[in-house]
């Protein structure tokens, strides 16, 4: 009766850890938002989850297995015959170094080409190479936004017509766009959990980020790297425009930061 009891009881949590996994999707306990119509390399990102995902499944499937195979058969054995001892086997060592190591050598190649798509400056779309729509600098505890003047290109450097504006990122929706990632005192990470895109902001460089939002909307922009005690604070958001929409929008925050700001000061 004890030997069931404890068979039962390691059958149970794996079996309740698969259920409840299958059912997170319909729960929206999953990923946030939808990686295939949200971005394009969101979709990249997503299958390279999913496909880790299945191989710790039947990795923790194949586990539980040889566990609830060892509980049953050691349970009934005499105690003096319980364990089998392996130290020393080199058979067993090298199966369970070479499987672990080919499976991680198939990801780290089979993820190179998504990889290189986000992180290589080269290999990404050349819209995004010359649409560079502001430079994004984290600071504690903010993010700080700096866009060209309409109809300029952004420089690394600051120019007199540039505008400014804090934790709101402004973009056109549906097409491929690019940044200047900053930060201005300690590491930060730009992360646009919706769009999949994460990025270290590390102090003195500038790194190159592109995304596409595919829809106009809002969505969460916040800091994944713990930066300090006001780290919570850095809850920003993205603005992702219609193409028309966003250009005015560029020209009312240049007319009201130079214009509407000299008028007021005459």
């Known amino acids: 009766m004890k030997r069931l009891c404890w068979f039962l009881f390691f059958l149970i949590w794996p079996v309740l ?42 990795v923790f499937i194949g586990t539980q297995i040889a566990l609830l195979y060892a509980i049953w058969t050691a349970s009934g054995r005499p105690k003096e015959k319980r364990a089998w001892h392996s130290h020393g086997n080199h058979k067993l060592e090298l199966i369970w170094t070479i499987i672990p190591g080919a499976i991680l050598l198939f990801i780290a190649f089979y993820q190179m080409r998504v990889w290189a798509e986000f992180r290589i400056d080269s290999a990404s779309p050349e819209k995004a190479q010359t649409n560079i729509v502001a430079e994004v600098s984290a600071r504690q505890f903010e993010w ?95 603005i992702a425009h219609p193409p028309e929409e966003y250009e005015q929008y560029m020209k009312k925050l240049h007319q009201e930061q130079y214009d509407d700001g000299y008028a007021k000061k005459k």
């Not at 938002?33 to 949200?38: K, L, M, N, Q």
């Not at 936004?145 to 549906?174: C, F, T, W």
């Open 17 to 58: 850890a698969l259920i409840v996994s299958a059912f997170t999707p319909r729960w929206n306990w999953g990923f946030p938002g939808d990686g295939v119509s949200d971005s394009p390399i969101g979709a990249e990102i997503d299958h390279l989850f999913y496909l880790i995902l299945i191989i710790c499944v039947i």
């Open 144 to 238: 700080r936004i700096r866009y060209p003047e309409p109809g300029k290109k952004l420089e690394k450097k600051p120019q007199p017509g540039d505008m400014y504006s804090v934790n709101e990122l402004h973009i056109p929706a549906g097409t491929p766009v690019r940044i200047y990632l900053r930060s201005l005192d300690v590491q930060h990470s730009f992360f646009l959990p919706t769009l999949r895109v994460k990025q270290d902001a590390v102090p003195g460089l500038v790194i190159p980020v592109w995304f596409e939002a595919k829809k106009p909307g809002e969505y969460p922009l916040v800091c994944a790297e713990l930066c300090g005690w006001g780290h919570y604070k850095m809850g920003a958001k993205l």
